[in-house]
């Protein structure tokens, strides 16, 4: 059973096609690797899967669900809850708080105690609070970050940062994770370490994920199939081993690598 | 009097108003495009125009067109230095401070005028500068020569700005800042001088619609920026934020609306016409008549 | 339980303080000039709290604060001035008076709900211009509706407002946002002054909390318009301008964007300072919109930033204080080696 699937996904930003016809399919426990130039519309695709963006055309299908199609678009906040989160390219974590609220945020879609029970700090909202306290700091273990958990955000070092964004995005509870390259900025050490986490939880957490990355090696590495997009289009699907010998993705990427080797 | 007859005498006080709001409008939205802050402190700046005016007629005994000319060089030079010591500093800091800056500019410049001797709160007549006459369109519409004039030297300085924004080096570099901050930084174009320049340019328009706006009244008074500067934003907004025509055509139509509604007896609501439009337009379509879709970059 | 009990005595322990001033006020023991001072302090706070939660918490912009304590002014008033409208003629006195306050704030409430939604939905400044707009329309309003008294303003309210009532008032209104924002649905609105993008992509629904908000910031700011009504025994257009709403901003500004101690301590400032300058009024506000420059240009947090002020603080900034002096001293030792 396909998790996600994508139809014609086409965003226009005035005159210019950021994407068009974007169509993709992942299954169940997949993890599939999205490639491309700079530019390539990677992130726009992200967007737009997430709801940030509205696709001009097209039609997005979430677990048998329409998230998006031409007579309506969920919101963003929807979306999450219906089951996918993302981490941002440049990270955008609540630089000002602490890691743990961090992670506790994100748990909000969970919270059944109203209004009320904010206001008066009624006992289900004890209850429910120390039980969000509890998951947050389980999974910043996993993470290894509860030992920080009175920091604040901002002052993590980046490779700490861009753990926590995850932590973050999959205290949603999510059933596709679109990590939107993690491991930028990290060396190789770190990189392999995430990769190393990302495959764990991957199992941990029964997820489906879509990864941005650019580093050849660690998307050939652990994609088991991979999407490449350049100038707004799909130019190839498969496996790592098939994108290697595809003449269109060594024009379009691989292009000067190969012309110097 | 016909109904058609009072529509065409709405239509006609509606859009010598109308060219006032988007004369200011356009220093709104000037601004908004290039640096994306609402200046609160812009319908002060309308406030100030329009007394640098009334002194230069009535203590230095210029002309009408020198005494608006003296105004609006006045405003331009006060709009430089409100941006490079007041918003320059917040630029890179959060936006609600800055936001909070031009509200705080707003009331100083309020109470500045307040507390001194020359103005203080009660309100001054504006002197007669031109005899009043009155020319008949056709039976039972009537404008007076005030209000050609405004419209004229309206429609004057807006041709005037198209030229300069769309003609003149400067004006390329003013789009191409709205555009692209960084990217025009790496053009080489000077950024704080091209953001320098937008807030002269927006500053003398509002003091020009200052003076012609207290030539129509004949008044001049402490507060005359509040109301009409909500308007002009207004007027921004409903042309759609940040675009040139846009502030044009929104002023336009709020003037007439608002000449509409006090005719049809509700001059009460007169003031609660453009309010209503604003929500209406944040309802309907927030990025105003011209605007585009653009979604914040992720 | 153990925490909630600690918080129910702490909000015995101010009552009872409060009651104890009170008593004294009674006892002529703090003279009328001081309790009637103290007594607006204390509704300030409940002001510069609410607008705390839009402003400082949420990361939104109102400017029309007063606007809503004017529509809270008004509704209590004519509630408690026309004993057979809108409530029943049983209700007397005291608890007339209770019910018209709760009233006010809920019918601010509802303009809250009518003004934010529009402008809340979208990103950006527009509730800034929409509050402002809409603090200058109730203002017009109210000049022409003749049963309120137009222009001149309502008058012969029945003095309902003592100290104990308006600190009661600021007790409820702290403890409820404080909790507020000790629990998922506040760190829902911190998140949005965060990062708002991130906050909607982790499912926080951004506009409806904003919204939830700014409405109960207006409940609040409407009760407390109830009670300045009945302290000065009357509301006049005049009463809740613009100018009020710039006054509640600084207040949020001093005491720091988002810190709710800072806020309280801020309102008791500056109403006392008022007070103190009421020699200068005519510079009063000159230099108050000076001071929000100079806070905006050299603290954009505001003067305290988000930092609650606490015991725990203290004893903190005492710590760094003294291992900064203590490094000091190393470094001279370290030197003089």
Redesign the interface.
């Given at each position: 059973m396909a998790v996600l699937e994508t139809t014609d996904l086409t965003i226009r930003?005035?005159g210019l096609t950021a994407v068009s016809k974007f169509n993709i399919s992942l299954e169940e426990g997949e993890l599939v690797g999205l490639i491309g130039p700079n530019g390539a519309g990677k992130?726009t695709a992200f967007?737009m899967l997430?709801g940030?963006?509205q696709p001009s055309e097209g039609a997005i299908t979430f677990c048998d669900a329409a998230l998006c199609s031409a007579v309506k678009a969920l919101?963003?906040?929807q979306i999450?809850?219906r089951g996918i989160?993302?981490t941002?390219q440049n990270i955008?974590?609540?630089?000002?708080?602490s890691v743990l609220?961090n992670v506790?945020?994100?748990?909000?879609?969970n919270?059944k105690?109203g209004?009320l029970?904010?206001?008066?700090?009624t006992?289900r909202?004890?209850a429910?609070?120390v039980e969000?306290e509890e998951k947050a700091l389980e999974l910043l273990k996993i993470f290894a970050l509860d030992t920080k958990k009175a920091e604040k955000a901002k002052n993590l070092p980046y490779g700490e940062q861009r753990r926590l964004e995850v932590a973050?995005?999959l205290?949603?509870n999510p059933k596709l994770l679109l990590l939107d390259e993690p491991a930028a900025g990290m060396n190789p050490q770190e990189t392999q370490q995430l990769m190393d986490l990302i495959n764990f939880i991957r199992k941990q957490f029964s997820l489906t994920i879509l990864l941005i990355e650019h580093d050849m090696a660690l998307v050939m590495g652990v994609c088991e199939r991979i999407y490449v997009l350049d100038y707004g289009k799909v130019i190839a699907h498969g496996t790592p081993a098939e994108i290697r010998r595809n003449p269109k993705v060594i024009e379009a990427y691989l292009g000067e690598e190969s012309a110097s080797a | 009097m016909t109904i058609s007859q009072q529509i065409l005498q709405q239509l006609v006080n509606g859009i010598s108003l109308g060219s006032v709001y988007a004369l200011m409008a356009l220093g709104y939205t000037m601004v908004y495009g290039i640096i994306k802050l609402i200046n609160f402190a812009h319908g002060e700046v309308f406030m100030i125009g329009a007394f640098v005016g009334f002194f230069s007629i009535t203590k230095l005994g210029m002309g009408f067109f020198p005494a608006m000319f003296t105004a609006m060089i006045f405003c331009a030079i006060l709009g430089i230095l409100m941006e490079r010591l007041a918003y320059r500093p917040l630029r890179n800091a959060h936006r609600m401070a800055a936001l909070m800056t031009a509200v705080g500019l707003s009331m100083l410049f309020q109470n500045l005028a307040l507390a001194h001797s020359w103005i203080g709160a009660s309100a001054k007549g504006f002197p007669q500068v031109f005899p009043l006459q009155r020319f008949q369109l056709m039976e039972n519409v009537n404008i007076s020569s005030d209000r050609i004039l405004t419209l004229v030297i309206a429609i004057f300085l807006m041709i005037a700005l198209q030229f300069i924004v769309h003609k003149t080096i400067m004006g390329k570099a003013m789009r191409a800042v709205s555009f692209d901050k960084d990217a025009a930084r790496l053009m080489g174009i000077n950024v704080d001088k091209t953001i320098s320049f937008t807030f002269a340019l927006g500053s003398s328009l509002a003091a020009a619609a200052g003076v012609l706006f207290a030539l129509n009244y004949g008044i001049v008074v402490y507060q005359m920026g509040l109301l009409p500067g909500l308007k002009a934003f207004v007027a921004a907004v409903l042309g759609g934020i940040g675009i040139i025509p846009g502030a044009m055509v929104g002023g336009l139509l709020l003037g007439i609306t608002e000449s509409a509604v006090s005719a049809a007896g509700g001059s009460m609501f007169r003031d609660a016409v453009a309010f209503a439009a604003l929500i209406i337009m944040l309802l309907v379509k927030p990025t105003g008549l011209f605007g585009?879709n653009?979604?914040e970059k992720? | 339980?153990n925490?909630?009990f600690s918080?129910i005595l702490q909000f015995m322990l101010f009552l009872a303080m409060g009651y104890a001033v009170q008593m004294a006020m009674d006892a002529g023991m703090i003279n009328r000039y001081y309790s009637h001072v103290m007594t607006v302090m204390a509704i300030f706070v409940v002001g510069a709290v609410s607008l705390n939660l839009i402003n400082g918490i949420c990361g939104q912009f109102s400017l029309g604060h007063a606007g809503f304590m004017a529509v809270g002014a008004y509704t209590s008033a004519i509630i408690t001035k026309n004993p057979d409208l809108i409530l029943p003629a049983m209700f007397t006195g005291n608890v007339r008076f209770v019910l018209a306050t709760l009233l006010g704030g809920m019918m601010a409430a509802f303009v809250g709900f009518l003004v934010g939604l529009p402008s809340l939905r979208l990103r950006g400044d527009y509730l800034a211009i929409v509050t402002l707009g809409f603090g200058e329309i109730i203002r017009i309003l109210l000049l022409n509706w003749d049963f309120v008294g137009g222009a001149s303003g309502y008058f012969g309210l029945v003095r309902h407002t003592n100290f104990f009532a308006a600190f009661l008032l600021s007790l409820i209104t702290i403890t409820?946002i404080r909790?507020?924002i000790?629990?998922?649905?506040?760190?829902?609105c911190?998140?949005i002054r965060?990062?708002e993008?991130?906050?909607?992509?982790?499912?926080?629904?951004?506009t409806r909390y904003k919204v939830?908000a700014f409405v109960i910031a207006s409940f609040f700011a409407g009760t407390a318009g109830s009670m300045m009504a009945h302290l000065t025994q009357m509301v006049t257009p005049a009463s809740f301008t613009f100018i009020l709403s710039i006054e509640l901003l600084l207040m949020v500004v001093l005491g720091g964007l988002g810190s709710i101690t800072g806020s309280i301590g801020a309102a008791i400032f500056l109403t006392y300072a008022a007070e103190a300058l009421r020699a200068f009024r005519a510079y009063r506000m000159i230099l108050y919109s000076l001071l929000l420059i100079f806070i905006m240009l050299f603290r954009p947090k505001g003067l305290l930033g988000?930092q609650e002020l606490s015991y725990g603080l203290l004893k903190e900034s005492f710590k760094l204080r003294a291992r900064w002096q203590r490094k000091k001293k190393d470094g001279i030792t370290a030197s003089a080696e």
């Open positions: 930003f005035g992130t967007n997430t940030v963006y919101q963003p906040f999450t809850r989160a993302r941002f955008r974590l609540f630089k000002e708080l609220d506790k945020i994100a748990y909000h879609q919270v105690y209004l029970s904010a206001f008066l700090h006992a909202y004890q429910e609070e969000i973050r995005a205290a949603t | 585009k653009v979604r992720v | 339980m925490k909630r918080a409820i909790n507020f000790d629990s998922s649905h506040g760190r829902a911190i998140s965060e990062d993008i991130a906050a909607e992509t982790m499912g926080v629904p951004t939830i988000t």
